[in-house]
């Protein structure tokens, strides 16, 4: 089966109870049991929720894995897959991420003993330099938020094989419609849910899939045990949301390619950051694992003042935090996304105070480029 074959039929059966083409919502806590030990095998709902497992059964298809876990953001979900290492374990982590996920890192796994070697995943070379003896796994966004980097995914896959590590994947920007890092050697994949998959701006979600069964049983160890769920509305609403998913992504990444393109011209746009560039240093990689670039794009307008006038004069595009709902909104990564990595690390990778991301919407691509060009002029 293809992708939007699988989208639209994996998880998505018919109830089996009354025929209803969508998958009800079973906004239940708890479940009747007929006598003591004798049910019909779902008993709490923390722990299994009939509309969760049918949209963890669809993501688990759409990344070719075995298994998906879903969770209460996408924060719950890379909290959950760190829960599967001990005090003392190593994790090489990409140094340009979501903000969330460096804090996340620094401020709180710390604490439990885990140790962090953050470094530049676009040369191979320094995660092999950053290998010691308790590396137990590889950490990496790509593309990155917000400055579009690429990781080379087969290459860390052996790396990671090579040292018996998990790598882990954070396929938020790409979506399993333009990547699947489990295809490429990854064994995990996490999703901020709250972005593409979702795709409409009206959730928080995350989602974790693997092709392993030993990491399937201990993250469904952990969803139980921890308990970061999310409810069952959430789960519904990425059923519904996974049935458009390719054609969404498919306008999202056209509408980003040709703003991309149109801007790399401006000579009021200092940098265009955006992996379907030609001209993007890691092009050819990107083709090579991807079928497609996405929605997201960066920009560098210099300074402080131009990202302050753009985002104040631009109006189809919302200034708003998030990414990969229908509609475009414009972020600035040093105040809000970003607030949370060091100002030098921030200044080496290239968030500046003059960059602006762009979440590409599926909107008319002239009424966005036009509103791009008008912003540009105040
Ligand atoms: O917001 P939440 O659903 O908890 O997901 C966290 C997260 C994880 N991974 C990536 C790549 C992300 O971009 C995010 C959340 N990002 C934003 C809110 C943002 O505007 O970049």
């Known amino acids: 089966m293809k992708f939007a074959t699988k989208a639209i039929h994996i998880g998505q059966q018919p109830d089996e109870l009354t025929g209803a083409v969508t998958v009800p919502l079973y906004q239940t806590s708890t479940y009747a049991q007929e006598e003591i030990g004798k049910h019909k095998g779902w008993e709490y709902a923390r722990t299994q929720n009939p509309t969760r497992s049918r949209w963890e059964e669809c993501l688990a298809a759409l990344e070719g894995g075995l298994a998906a876990y879903a969770f209460g953001s996408g924060s719950a979900a890379v909290d959950s897959i760190m829960r599967i290492l001990s005090a003392g374990d190593h994790v090489i982590m990409a140094e340009d991420m979501y903000g969330g996920t460096y804090r996340l890192a620094t401020t709180v796994l710390t604490r439990f003993g885990l140790t962090f070697s953050f470094v530049d995943m676009r040369d191979p070379a320094n995660v092999e330099a950053a290998i010691q003896p308790n590396t137990k796994m590889i950490y990496t966004e790509t593309p990155t938020n917000p400055m579009m980097t690429i990781t080379d995914l087969r290459t860390m896959a052996a790396i990671a094989d090579k040292i018996g590590a998990l790598l882990v994947v954070d396929n938020t920007f790409a979506s399993p419609y333009f990547q699947r890092p489990l295809e490429l050697g990854a064994h995990v994949v996490v999703h901020s849910a709250t972005k593409y998959l979702g795709g409409h701006s009206d959730l928080v979600h995350g989602i974790v899939a693997t ?26 609403l990425c059923l519904r949301s996974a049935k458009t998913l390719h054609v969404r992504m498919e306008r999202h990444a056209s509408n980003a390619m040709q703003i991309a393109i149109a801007l790399e011209k401006d000579p009021r746009v200092k940098a265009v950051h955006y992996p379907g560039l030609p001209s993007h240093p890691q092009h050819k990689l990107a083709a090579s694992q991807m079928n497609g670039f996405g929605g997201m794009i960066s920009i560098e307008l210099g300074g402080i003042a131009q990202a302050k006038s753009f985002t104040k004069a631009i109006k189809v595009f919302t200034l708003a935090e998030s990414l990969g709902g229908v509609e475009s909104l414009v972020c600035h990564p040093v105040s809000m996304t970003h607030g949370s990595i060091p100002v030098e690390q921030r200044e080496r990778l290239g968030i500046t105070e003059g960059l602006v991301r762009l979440s590409v919407g599926i909107e008319d691509v002239e009424d966005l480029m036009a509103d791009i060009d008008q912003a540009l002029h105040n």
Do not use: T, Y
């Open 211 to 236: 092709n392993s069964a030993d990491v399937a049983e201990r993250l469904k160890f952990i969803q139980n045990a921890v308990g970061a769920v999310p409810g069952p509305l959430e789960c519904w």
